[in-house]
């Protein structure tokens, strides 16, 4: 399902530029400094409201790796009114045995920090 969405990659400095489309779901990367910052973004325009929908345990599934980027619940996304934006947790590329980063990223980053600075780019577009 994911995998027949389009797909866009940007740099962080060039994503106030980035157009968002609004046509159907699709995927976003955003490069920051060496790192994939993937997003699953699917806009409403009759809608006013957008969730956030971030990664939580759930990369493995019967002891088998499920793919990244990783978005938990992606398979709702035609269920909700509502704009919404999942998060993968880039933390998740380090190692394939974890299933959980919570965001922390590495000792000199912190990912969900990130995650939030690139969110608010978007959400005011």
């Known amino acids: 399902m994911i995998e027949s969405y389009p797909k866009f990659t940007v740099h962080f400095h060039q994503l106030s530029s980035f157009s968002i ?4 779901p699709f995927t ?3 490069v920051w400094e060496g790192v994939d910052f993937d997003f699953l973004i699917n806009i409403k325009p009759k ?15 019967n002891e088998k790796r499920v793919s990244t980027p990783y978005f938990q619940r992606h398979s709702w ?15 998740l ?17 912190f990912y969900l920090k990130e995650i939030a600075s690139i969110l608010e780019v978007l959400i005011k577009k």
């Open 21 to 24: 489309p609004s046509a159907q």
């Open 28 to 30: 976003l990367t955003v």
């Open 77 to 91: 996304i035609h269920d909700f009114e509502d704009s919404t934006i999942f998060y993968n947790d880039p933390t």
């Open 93 to 109: 590329y380090f190692d394939p045995k974890l299933s959980l980063g919570w965001g922390q990223g590495s000792k000199e980053r």
């Open 47 to 61: 809608s006013s409201h957008l969730l956030i929908i971030g990664s939580g345990a759930g990369t493995m599934a």
